[in-house]
């Protein structure tokens, strides 16, 4: 009998399961690798998706156009020998976002964990205190909430109204103030807890209650118990939502889109960056330019994520001894 080749073997054994995957691999392809490969190049370009005859190759022009601004430049001229103006707001993007996410996830994260602990407890009713709680997470992203969020706190608003039915006076337009246009948002990211207060309550469930009747009898109290028991032991499912929420902060879009009126708010108060990326890539149909900011949105989060990844040596725990 004539011996089957390598690739005669392949087949045979492996021909079934790439059948199968085919559909995935095929819109993993055509879905998300091209068009990847196709933004990196975009962003080495000046491409106007209204006049695709005229693309031209720039090189880093586009990166220039962001951070130029942090070398003191207003203009350049780009290889085309045509000169650009640098971004006068790419970094006023980037200071937004990068404040909601320093003040949003973290608050988000403790505010899912005291809910958590709060439905740990043998209470009557958890399980449909747990599902009202997990509504605003499916709801919240809608633009529908967005624009509720925008109603309720425009200065003839409910929130206002409510404050001045007990004496305040003289109360802001909350969403058109810049002091506290972007405060808002904060606050509606952190009513949407419900996907982390479920992800640690699966991880409280799996703390045996051994540990903390020891320490019970040890004399630790309820805090000690907390800091000592609680915490070291929910490090990884912290670790995780802290990164989940972290990068899902930083993708955030349509809140800051309807509730800022699409343009970045009252002096650019509520400008996230994808919100400004979108309104190069949209608006001013600078898809070169938008392609770029992409792929730098894409190395922040990537970094962060390593870094965090990386200091997780530090204060997460495995259980291992280590």
Request: net charge positive.
């Amino acid at each position: 009998m004539r011996k089957m080749s390598g690739i005669g073997k392949f087949l045979k054994y492996n021909a079934a399961a790439y059948l199968f995957l085919m559909p995935w691999l095929l819109g993993f392809l055509v879905l998300t690798l091209y068009p990847m490969v196709y933004s990196l190049w975009l962003g080495f370009t000046d491409y106007d998706f209204t006049k695709p005859d005229s693309t031209q190759w720039i090189g880093f022009g586009n990166y220039l156009k962001m951070f130029g601004s942090v070398f003191g430049l207003s203009e350049f001229a780009a290889s085309t020998d045509e000169v650009v103006r640098v971004d006068p707001y790419y970094i006023k993007s980037l200071s937004v976002t990068f404040t909601y996410v320093l003040v949003s996830v973290p608050l988000k994260l403790v505010f899912a964990l005291a809910v958590a602990m709060l439905m740990n407890q043998k209470l009557r009713g958890v399980p449909f205190y747990r599902a009202v709680y997990y509504i605003p997470t499916l709801l919240g992203g809608s633009v529908a909430i967005a624009v509720l969020w925008r109603k309720l706190f425009e200065k003839d608003g409910l929130v206002n109204g409510l404050l001045g039915a007990i004496g305040f006076t003289d109360l802001p337009g909350w969403i058109t103030n810049p002091k506290y246009a972007l405060w808002t948002l904060v606050l509606l990211t952190v009513w949407q807890f419900g996907s982390s207060m479920i992800i640690f309550l699966a991880g409280l469930k799996q703390i045996p209650q051994e540990y903390y009747e020891a320490a019970s009898v040890d004399g630790a109290n309820k805090v000690r118990q907390f800091f000592s028991i609680t915490v070291p032991l929910l490090s990884p499912v912290i670790l995780f939502n802290l990164i989940m929420q972290m990068i899902s902060a930083f993708q955030t879009f349509t809140q800051a889109y309807i509730i800022g009126g699409g343009r970045g708010g009252v002096l650019n108060s509520t400008l996230f960056y994808t919100l400004h990326l979108y309104i190069q890539g949209w608006t001013y149909h600078e898809m070169g330019y938008a392609s770029a900011m992409a792929w730098v949105l894409l190395l922040i989060i990537g970094l962060l994520t390593a870094l965090v990844f990386r200091s997780s040596d530090l204060w997460v725990s495995y259980g291992t001894g280590e």
